[in-house]
């Protein structure tokens, strides 16, 4: 790859956007950036990039907010352990090392939440070392400009590309190379229809050379996602509804919901649940329903919302049911597809 440096970096030089996280070398940006692009593409990332770090501007700030500020940052990106695990590594920082990141990869991969690529990534952009940092972008470059036929999601996908490329990165600036193979990864050699006339590698990418980037990266077909089905309740009594907070591991950890009760279909109101909840089923009215399909990575969710009003003093507040002014509902941090409930029933 050696001979070919040098056009990467002349490529990159004169042709890469302009990101807000590119304005700045803070170790701290860096790794909200790269945590934030994980999640979400760069158009929409920006934006929360910019909200994220005007709302916690250092590691101060935010190891010292609380779980649900940050949650609230942070809603509709999805994967909300992410975003507790910020929360925890800023506290680690904080408090381990004395609000200092870290300068050596081995001692970041210790923050939790820092995989090897993040790792990676903050310890070339802000210390300049040379760890090649290969997220998806960068392994797709990699199958086809060295030829790597391996199953791209392979544990041995990865042990090949990182050897291949920590020889690589040695000869540029690591901050560079890491930047410049991503931004290639985004711009020329993308999925679909890669630019190879553009491209700045393809003197020597072993998939232009053998007519082979529609074979590579191999990919192996996903397993298709479990189906849930979950009713949820919209209960409203003068103008409060009742809400409940999921316990703060697992999926949507620390975000509000309607109370509601994973089933085997979506049929028929499941009014033991209600009862469950400290409700009299019988001062229940049922109004209407909506229904609802949430895609997540690994899920597909089927939601029906019970519209349900409740006689006066029915809601009986226990330590699961939180009863909010309609009008403060949005100030709780939240899901995606509560979000799309809450549009439909112009809350
Ligand atoms: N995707 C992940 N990290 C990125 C970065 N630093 N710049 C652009 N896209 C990215």
């Given at each position: 790859?050696?001979?070919?440096?040098?056009?990467?970096?002349?490529?990159?030089?004169?042709?890469?956007?302009?990101?807000?996280?590119?304005?700045?070398?803070t170790?701290?940006?860096?790794?909200?950036?790269?945590?934030?692009?994980?999640q979400?593409r760069?158009?929409?990332?920006?934006?929360?990039?910019?909200?994220?770090?005007?709302?916690?501007?250092?590691?101060f700030?935010?190891?010292?907010?609380?779980?649900?500020?940050?949650?609230?940052?942070?809603?509709g990106?999805g994967?909300?352990?992410?975003?507790?695990?910020m929360?925890?590594?800023?506290?680690?920082?904080?408090?381990?090392?004395?609000?200092?990141?870290?300068?050596s990869?081995?001692?970041?991969?210790?923050?939790?939440?820092?995989?090897?690529?993040t790792?990676?990534?903050?310890?070339?952009?802000?210390?300049?070392?040379?760890?090649?940092?290969?997220?998806?972008?960068?392994?797709?470059?990699?199958?086809?400009?060295?030829?790597?036929?391996?199953?791209?999601?392979?544990?041995?996908?990865?042990?090949?590309?990182?050897?291949?490329?920590?020889?690589?990165?040695?000869?540029?600036?690591?901050?560079?190379?890491?930047?410049?193979?991503?931004?290639?990864?985004?711009?020329?050699?993308?999925?679909?229809?890669?630019?190879?006339?553009?491209?700045?590698?393809?003197?020597?990418?072993?998939?232009?050379?053998?007519?082979?980037?529609?074979?590579?990266?191999?990919?192996?077909?996903?397993?298709?996602?479990?189906?849930?089905?979950?009713?949820?309740?919209?209960i409203?009594?003068?103008?409060?509804?009742?809400?409940?907070?999921?316990?703060?591991?697992?999926?949507?950890?620390?975000?509000?919901?309607?109370?509601?009760?994973?089933?085997?279909?979506?049929?028929?109101?499941?009014?033991?649940?209600?009862?469950?909840?400290?409700?009299?089923?019988?001062?229940?009215?049922?109004?209407?329903?909506d229904d609802?399909?949430?895609?997540?990575?690994?899920?597909?969710?089927?939601?029906?919302?019970w519209?349900?009003?409740?006689?006066p003093?029915?809601?009986?507040?226990?330590?699961?049911?939180?009863?909010?002014?309609?009008?403060?509902?949005?100030?709780?941090?939240?899901?995606?597809?509560?979000?799309?409930?809450?549009?439909?029933?112009?809350l």
């Amino acid at each position: 790859m050696q001979n070919v440096i040098p056009n990467l970096l002349t490529w990159y030089q004169q042709n890469h956007r302009k990101l807000p996280w590119r304005e700045s070398v803070t170790p701290y940006q860096i790794w909200v950036s790269e945590i934030i692009l994980q999640q979400t593409r760069v158009d929409q990332g920006g934006g929360y990039f910019l909200k994220f770090v005007d709302k916690f501007p250092d590691i101060f700030s935010l190891a010292a907010a609380n779980e649900s500020e940050i949650l609230k940052i942070w809603q509709g990106l999805g994967y909300y352990a992410r975003a507790r695990n910020m929360h925890f590594a800023a506290k680690q920082i904080v408090n381990d090392f004395q609000g200092e990141f870290p300068k050596s990869y081995i001692e970041l991969k210790k923050l939790k939440g820092v995989g090897d690529y993040t790792a990676a990534a903050i310890a070339s952009f802000a210390f300049k070392l040379a760890h090649p940092a290969i997220d998806g972008n960068v392994k797709r470059v990699s199958a086809r400009f060295f030829g790597i036929d391996i199953p791209i999601n392979a544990p041995s996908f990865n042990k090949q590309a990182l050897e291949l490329l920590t020889q690589a990165i040695d000869f540029a600036p690591p901050d560079i190379f890491n930047q410049a193979m991503i931004e290639m990864g985004a711009m020329i050699c993308t999925p679909q229809n890669p630019r190879c006339s553009q491209c700045p590698l393809k003197e020597e990418c072993v998939a232009f050379k053998f007519n082979k980037t529609s074979e590579l990266p191999v990919t192996v077909p996903k397993k298709s996602p479990m189906k849930k089905y979950i009713h949820y309740f919209f209960i409203e009594q003068d103008g409060n509804v009742a809400i409940v907070l999921r316990p703060s591991s697992g999926i949507w950890g620390g975000l509000h919901e309607f109370p509601n009760v994973e089933h085997s279909s979506l049929e028929h109101l499941p009014l033991h649940f209600l009862e469950e909840l400290g409700l009299n089923s019988e001062n229940i009215h049922v109004k209407k329903y909506d229904d609802y399909k949430h895609l997540l990575t690994h899920q597909t969710i089927f939601a029906r919302c019970w519209h349900l009003s409740s006689f006066p003093n029915n809601i009986v507040l226990s330590n699961q049911l939180i009863l909010v002014n309609s009008i403060e509902i949005r100030n709780f941090p939240m899901h995606k597809l509560m979000l799309k409930m809450l549009n439909n029933l112009n809350l």
